[in-house]
């Protein structure tokens, strides 16, 4: 079964980029049908979908945050990576990496990393 680890800064201060990394164990990040998302939940709020990279190295973006968000990935490290610039307070959220499939939709989460962002 695949597990995501998230890592990063958990104090972000304002107008800098915020960069998590998810490694994953237990399966190759180009395996076939798999898409790696970034999911985040600001406190008190709901889930919201950040983008995604594709095992063919495609990526997706939420059309409200693509203007600041970048997901790469390191095929030797198998892991991928989430940047978000110019980040405010309204960024501070829990973010988690997520898998999903084209056969069993969404799989497994990580344990999520809290992010603040502040001065």
């Known amino acids: 079964q695949v597990q995501l680890q998230e890592s990063g800064p958990g104090l972000v201060k304002p107008s800098q980029t915020l960069s998590l990394t998810c490694a994953v164990s237990?399966?190759?990040?180009?395996?076939?049908?798999?898409?790696w998302n970034w999911i985040r939940q600001p406190p008190g709020k709901g889930l919201e979908w950040m983008g995604a990279i594709a095992y063919t190295g495609s990526t997706y973006y939420n059309p409200s945050l693509k203007s600041r968000t970048s997901i790469s990935r390191d095929t030797t490290k198998n892991q991928f990576t989430l940047q978000l610039s110019s980040v405010t307070p309204e960024d501070t959220a829990a973010y988690y990496c997520?898998?999903?499939?084209?056969?069993?939709?969404?799989?497994?989460w990580g344990q999520g990393t809290q992010v603040t962002v502040s001065s």
């Open positions: 997520v898998t999903y499939t084209t056969k069993t939709a969404w799989g497994s």
């Open positions: 237990g399966g190759s990040i180009t395996t076939n049908t798999y898409y």
